[in-house]
């Protein structure tokens, strides 16, 4: 398209992004479900109008990062400690079991005997479905008028420890999937890591506190805060062998207690990621998902992981929810209410392919169960809290 092309590139992911995500909201389905469809549609599987560039990728590193720092700014400290040890034990088993269980459904179809590689593709895939995207559920419940309930509460707080946890999980696959590196190493870098965020983190909150007090809307703020994110992402992977993501998200639980700049910083971010960021992030998984490499093969595969994707997730998470003494209809319906994946997924999966952990020819798979876990999580929970009627 020539020098200035990615300006129309620029336009066009903005444009259908935005139209097929309007379409989505339109059945009751999220946005990035629409903006995943675009992506598909203007790449080579579709009419072929956009090609991946260095340009594309480093937008959508930082539209990554933009989106994980709001999450961590979103997280609701509140929420975690008023169901307290429930929601950590449901969150820990709706993490590993996921893990476990999509980590065999990938050796199962290519693994190559137990090597090193091998082990990392699989524990890669496991980890892009342990995270949950609640906010699927959160409207569903909302719908239906029981978002205040136990069960919305309990599913709040897990959700946030379920990504908190998998994020934790995702900077050890990511620093020991270098062989030449030593896993002790590995291991004390990590935990120099969460010294170093803990440090920097006391800092800046109370940096960031003094300044809300006067300036809590003043629009320098955000850009520091911004400057904060970007920093902590430059340093968990330069320094620490750390995803770069999880120093964004960390950026954003260090600043998501301070009430009087939270809501404002997370505004302008939102507005930053998803005008700009976000949609070609989306559309740049779309773009990289080759639907015409998709053998049989791949397409049991997808079929295998989805079915163990769901169905661990509502294992693990129920029996979680069982061991609190919560009925039997309210743990199935935690379990089903964290069987919906999204951003965080689809982040995991880049991080995947970029560390060359993940074989991209898998995307079509891991694209399609995520899109078909979005869609089917509303209509699993409706039918948890359908009453029986008697004749």
Not at 76 to 81: F, P, V
Not at 85 to 99: E, R, S
Not at 257 to 269: C, E, G, H, S
């Amino acid at each position: 398209m020539g020098y200035y092309g990615y300006l129309l590139a620029i336009a066009l992911i903005l444009l259908f992004t935005k139209l097929f995500g309007l379409a989505s909201a339109k059945v009751h389905m999220p946005q990035v479900v629409g903006a995943l469809i675009a992506g598909v549609l203007l790449g080579p599987s579709g009419v072929g109008l956009l090609t991946e560039s260095d340009f594309l990728i480093k937008v959508s590193e930082i539209g990554v990062i933009m989106l994980m720092f709001t999450a961590g700014i979103d997280t609701d400290i509140t929420e975690l400690k008023k169901t307290g040890g429930a929601a950590l034990v449901i969150a820990t088993l709706g993490v590993f079991v996921p893990i476990i269980g999509c980590s065999a459904a990938y050796y199962l179809f290519f693994g190559n005997g137990f090597n090193f590689q091998t082990f990392m593709s699989s524990a890669f895939v496991g980890v892009i479905f342990a995270a949950t995207s609640v906010s699927i559920t959160v409207e569903t419940l909302t719908e239906m008028g029981k978002i205040k309930s136990n069960v919305g509460a309990t599913l709040l707080a897990a959700a946030i420890i379920d990504d908190i946890i998998g994020v934790v999980v995702l900077s050890v696959l990511t620093g020991i999937s270098d062989k030449s590196v030593n896993p002790l190493v590995v291991t004390f870098k990590i935990l120099l890591f969460f010294v170093f965020t803990a440090v920097v983190g006391f800092l800046v909150y109370h940096l960031f506190k003094k300044i809300a007090v006067h300036h809590s809307h003043n629009r320098r703020i955000a850009v520091w805060a911004l400057a904060f994110c970007l920093i902590m992402a430059y340093c968990a992977e330069r320094f620490f062998g750390v995803a770069d993501i999880t120093g964004a998200y960390f950026a954003g639980v260090i600043l998501c207690n301070l009430t009087n700049m939270r809501q404002y910083v997370a505004k302008k971010m939102t507005v930053a990621s998803y005008l700009f960021f976000s949609p070609i992030f989306f559309a740049g998984i779309g773009l990289r998902t080759n639907l015409s490499g998709i053998t049989v093969k791949i397409l049991l595969f997808a079929i295998v992981l989805f079915i163990m994707a769901v169905i661990t997730k509502i294992i693990g998470c129920s029996a979680g929810a069982r061991l609190f003494k919560m009925s039997k209809k309210d743990s199935l319906r935690v379990g089903v209410g964290m069987v919906a994946r999204g951003e965080v997924a689809l982040m995991v999966a880049q991080k995947g392919i970029t560390s060359g952990n993940i074989n991209p020819d898998i995307l079509p798979a891991i694209v399609l169960c995520v899109i078909l876990a979005a869609l089917i999580t509303p209509i699993l929970l409706k039918l948890t809290y359908r009453e029986k009627t008697t004749a």
